[in-house]
C-alpha cells in the first residue's frame, strides 16, 4: 500500500520507513476488504480536512498566522478551518513556549479534543523547550504532557516547514485504522498513565 | 543636573550621589515614599520609566528610572535597599505614579520584596503556589521544589495588602480582588482574540465591565534569569523573541546598550541599516496589527490585505537576515552581514506601493461603519492618564501625548532624520489605530531619505572577542513599535552580566486594560485589547 499526498512524491518526504511500518502493521493484522475500503475512503476524508486547534503561545504562531494569509494559504490542503474549541478540532498545533503555567491549560484542551486526536509540535519551543530549555519554568518540550505525534523544528519553523509537518500528519492518518483495530486510544491512555497528574519531577 | 542635585540636597539631605551617564541618587528605604512625592510633585518627574528589582547579595533593593516630560526629558535614577532578606520590605510607590502597581507586582514576584500599601500584593508571572524567588542569587532552581505542576491552579479571588498604619507598624490586611457579588466571566489564557496567551477576569454588571483583572504569566519564560548565565552575545537573541513584532528595535536596543558600556564607535554604514531595519520592522508590525485590529472585528479581508504588504517587508528580511522572523541582525558592534544586493530595489518597491495600499485599507476597513462604531470613543485614556500608566508608542500617541523616543532621546541616526512624530488628540480606541495607520507613512518617508544614501564602508566594528563590560550600570531606550523599550544592564566586570531588565512597553499597556474597559461593554474588551495592540511574550518575558 502506497501512502499518497497529493503532487508529491514519496521521495519529497523524510522519515518514510516510519510510514512503512506503520503500513506493515496495519497489513499484520489482515484487512478485511470492505473494512479496508471503508477506513481508506474515510481516511481520505480526514486527512483532507484537518481542523486544527491552534494554540499559539509566542512567535510560532504569528508564523502560523501567515499559513492563514493569502499568499500560503492553508486552504488549499483543507486546514484552513482554525478552530478556538477543543471540540471542534483534530488535532493540536502546538506553537510557542509552554511554560509552568500553561502546562495544566494545555493538558486539559488536550483532554477535551474528540478521538481521534493527534498533537504537533511546531517550533523549538514546543519541542524541546528550545532557546529557553535552561529556564526555572519553561516546559522542555511538550512531548513531557502531551503524546506528540509530529515535530516540526525550527525558530520558527517557516510556513513550508509547517506544511512539511502537516503533511506527515496527513500520511499518518492515512495509514490509521478508523474501524476496528484502532489502538490509539490505548496509546494515548499508556501515556497518560506514564505521565500521571500530580508529577513530581522529571 | 547640579541645579537638580542642589534641590534634592534640599529635600533629602542624606541621599547619595553617584555620578553616572544619567544623575544616580541612593535614598534610604524610610526616606524614600516622602522623596519620591518631592520628585514627583517637585521636582517634576512626571513619568516612571523603569522599575528593576535587584538583589545585590548583602542588600535587596529596587533601582527606579524616572523621566520629567515638562524638563526636556531628564532622566534620574534612584536606588533604594534594604537588608532584610526574610522580610523584605519598600514602600510603594503606585499611588504616585500608577504604572508602579504591575511593576511592583512583578519585584514582588522575581524578588520577594514586599511593597508597603500596595493594593494588591499577589504574584504576577508565577503560579500562586510557585516556592521561593526564582530572582534571587540564592534561588535555588532544583525541579523537584518546582515541578511541572499538571493540577489547575486555584483562582486567587483574594489577595493582600500590607498596610502601614500612623506608628508606623505594617499590617497584612486581606482584600478580595472582585466584590462579592460580582460576576466574573473568564477571558483565556487561550482566547484568540487576545492575542496570545493572556487571560483577563471581567466583573460585569450585565455586558458593562466594572473590573477587569488581568492574569499574565501564561508565557513567562524567564528571560532575564536565563541572561545572568549568559555571556553579552549569548542574550542578544532573547530581544528577537520577546516583542518578535519589535525583533530589530528591541535587539538594536540591547546592542546599543553594551556599545555604550563598552565605549563603541558603531560603523556609520551599520547605523543606517539598522535604523532602516528597525523602520520596516515598524511597518510589518503596524501591519499585522492593522490586520489582526480588523479581523477580531470581523473584516476578515483587511487581515488579507494587511498580511499582503506585510509579506513583503518579510521578503526583505529573509534576504538580508536570513529568516522571515527572530531575525538575529543586530550585533555587538554593528550587523551580522551585509546587504543583499535586491535590498534597496526591493525596499524602494515597497515605499512605492504602500501609499496606494493604505488607501485601500482606509477604504475597505477605517471607513466602515462597524469600524467606525466600535472604536470611535471607546476606550478612553486621557493624556494625564497614558503619562502617569507610562503608556508610550502609538498608544500613547493617540492620547496626544508626545513620546516618540526617537524624538526625545535620538539615538542612531534619528537626529538626522525629517519625519515627524505622529499625534491623534482623539484619546480612543480609533486614535490610537489612527497613530499607528499614519505611522506607516513617516517609516516610509524615513526608508525613502536613507535608501539611496546608504554609506559605504564596514558593517561592524572591531569588537574584543571576549566582551567584559567594566562594572557600572547603563539604561537605554529605543522607540520600539509598541513603545519605550528600556534595556537595563549591571555588570560587575564579569563576562556574564549581573543584572539584565527589559522593560517592555507591552507590560505597561495591559496594566491601562482595566482603566481603559471600565464602563465599556464585553464585547469591547477586545477592541480596545487589540487597538492597545500588546504582545504577550513581551509583557510577560
Ligand atoms: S521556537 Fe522560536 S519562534 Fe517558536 S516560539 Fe520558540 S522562540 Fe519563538
Redesign the interface.
Known amino acids: 500500500m502506497d501512502v499518497k499526498i497529493k503532487s508529491m512524491k514519496r521521495e519529497d518526504f523524510k522519515d518514510n520507513e516510519y510510514i512503512d511500518k506503520l503500513v506493515e502493521e496495519l497489513n499484520a493484522t489482515g484487512a478485511n476488504v470492505v473494512v479496508g475500503k471503508l477506513d481508506q475512503l474515510i481516511n481520505w476524508g480526514r486527512a483532507n480536512s484537518l481542523w486544527p486547534l491552534?494554540?499559539?503561545?509566542?512567535?510560532c504562531?504569528?508564523?502560523f498566522?501567515?499559513l492563514g494569509?493569502?499568499?500560503y494559504d492553508m486552504a488549499r490542503f483543507g486546514f484552513e478551518v482554525a478552530r478556538?474549541s477543543p471540540r471542534q478540532a483534530d488535532y493540536i498545533m502546538v506553537q510557542?513556549?509552554i511554560?509552568?503555567?500553561?502546562?495544566?491549560?494545555l493538558?486539559?484542551?488536550y483532554e477535551q479534543l474528540a478521538e481521534p486526536k493527534y498533537v504537533i509540535a511546531a517550533g523549538g519551543c514546543a519541542v524541546s523547550g528550545g532557546?529557553?530549555k535552561?529556564?526555572?519554568?519553561?516546559?522542555p518540550g511538550v512531548d513531557?504532557?502531551l503524546p506528540v505525534d509530529v515535530y516540526i523544528p525550527g525558530?520558527?519553523p517557516?510556513p513550508e516547514a509547517m506544511f512539511y509537518g502537516l503533511m506527515q500528519l496527513q500520511r499518518k492518518i492515512k495509514v490509521q485504522r478508523f474501524f476496528g483495530g484502532a489502538n490509539r486510544k490505548e496509546k494515548i491512555q499508556e501515556f497518560f498513565a506514564q505521565h500521571?497528574?500530580?508529577?513530581?519531577?522529571? | 543636573m547640579s541645579d537638580i542635585k542642589e534641590r534634592i540636597r534640599k529635600i533629602c539631605p542624606s541621599a547619595v550621589f553617584e555620578d553616572g551617564e544619567i544623575l544616580f541618587v541612593e535614598v534610604s528605604e524610610p526616606e524614600w515614599y516622602g522623596f519620591a512625592k518631592a520628585l514627583r510633585d517637585d521636582l517634576k518627574f512626571d513619568l516612571l520609566s523603569a522599575v528593576v528589582g535587584m538583589d545585590w547579595k548583602d542588600s535587596l533593593g529596587v533601582v527606579y528610572y524616572l523621566t520629567s516630560t515638562s524638563r526636556n526629558w531628564e532622566m534620574i535614577v534612584v536606588k533604594v535597599a534594604v537588608a532584610d532578606r526574610e522580610n523584605p520590605m519598600i514602600h510603594s510607590v503606585s499611588d504616585l505614579w500608577h504604572v508602579a502597581n504591575f511593576q511592583e507586582r512583578e519585584v514582588f514576584d522575581f524578588y520577594g520584596i514586599k511593597f508597603i500599601n500596595h493594593p494588591d500584593m499577589r504574584r504576577f508571572f508565577l503560579r500562586n503556589d510557585w516556592v521561593g524567588y526564582p530572582l534571587r542569587k540564592d534561588y535555588d532552581a532544583n525541579p523537584e521544589i518546582n515541578p511541572i505542576r499538571l493540577t489547575d491552579e486555584i483562582n486567587e479571588d483574594d489577595s493582600v495588602s500590607y498596610v502601614e498604619d500612623k506608628d508606623g507598624k505594617v499590617k497584612a490586611v486581606k482584600k478580595n480582588v472582585f466584590e462579592k457579588e460580582d460576576y466574573v466571566v473568564n477571558i483565556g489564557p487561550q482566547h484568540p482574540s487576545t492575542h496570545g496567551v493572556m487571560r483577563f477576569r471581567a466583573a460585569v454588571d450585565g455586558e458593562t465591565v466594572k473590573k477587569v483583572d488581568v492574569v499574565s504569566g501564561y508565557i513567562h519564560r524567564g528571560i532575564e534569569k536565563l541572561s545572568e548565565g549568559m555571556t553579552y552575545p549569548q542574550i542578544l537573541h532573547f530581544t528577537d523573541r520577546m516583542d518578535y513584532m519589535s525583533a530589530h528595535q528591541n535587539r538594536h536596543c540591547l546592542c546599543m546598550c553594551i556599545e555604550k558600556a563598552l565605549g563603541l564607535e558603531v560603523p556609520r554604514r551599520a547605523q543606517v541599516i539598522r535604523v532602516m531595519m528597525d523602520e520596516l520592522m515598524r511597518i510589518s508590525s503596524h501591519l499585522l496589527s492593522f490586520g489582526c485590529t480588523a479581523m477580531d472585528l470581523g473584516a476578515t479581508t483587511a487581515f488579507f490585505y494587511g498580511f499582503r504588504e506585510r509579506e513583503m517587508v518579510l521578503d526583505i528580511f529573509e534576504k538580508t537576515c536570513g529568516a522571515r522572523m527572530s531575525m538575529n541582525y543586530n550585533v555587538i558592534g554593528g550587523v551580522i552581514a551585509d546587504l543583499h544586493p535586491d535590498f534597496q530595489k526591493d525596499v524602494k518597491a515597497l515605499i512605492e506601493i504602500m501609499p496606494s495600499r493604505l488607501k485601500e485599507y482606509h477604504k475597505v476597513f477605517t471607513g466602515n461603519v462597524i469600524a467606525q462604531n466600535r472604536m470611535r470613543n471607546v476606550g478612553m485614556l486621557s493624556k494625564e492618564d497614558a503619562v502617569n500608566y507610562a503608556i508610550t508608542g502609538p498608544s500613547g500617541r493617540g492620547s496626544n501625548w508626545s513620546c516618540d523616543c526617537r524624538k526625545k532621546h535620538p539615538y542612531s541616526i534619528y537626529a538626522e532624520l525629517d519625519f515627524n512624530e505622529v499625534l491623534e488628540d482623539g484619546c480612543d480606541s480609533f486614535a490610537r489605530y489612527m497613530v499607528r495607520m499614519r505611522e506607516i507613512e513617516e517609516s516610509c518617508k524615513i526608508l525613502a531619505q536613507l535608501v539611496d544614501q546608504i554609506p559605504d564602508g564596514p558593517i561592524r566594528a572591531q569588537v574584543p572577542k571576549l566582551i567584559k563590560l567594566p562594572e557600572g550600570r547603563w539604561y537605554q531606550q529605543v522607540e520600539a513599535s509598541r513603545g519605550v523599550f528600556g534595556v537595563y544592564i549591571e555588570s560587575d566586570g564579569q563576562k556574564n552580566p549581573y543584572r539584565v531588565h527589559f522593560q517592555s512597553p507591552c507590560f505597561n499597556l495591559v496594566g491601562v486594560m482595566d482603566l481603559t474597559c471600565q464602563g465599556y461593554m464585553i464585547a469591547d474588551l477586545i477592541t480596545i485589547g487589540a487597538a492597545l495592540d500588546f504582545v504577550i511574550p513581551d509583557i510577560d518575558r
Do not use: Q, W
Open positions: 491552534c494554540f499559539g503561545t509566542s512567535c504562531a504569528i508564523e498566522m501567515c494569509a493569502a499568499r478556538n510557542g513556549t511554560v509552568h503555567r500553561m502546562a495544566p491549560v493538558r486539559r484542551l532557546p529557553f535552561n529556564s526555572y519554568c519553561v516546559l513531557k504532557i525558530c520558527p517557516r500521571p497528574e500530580e508529577k513530581d519531577k522529571y
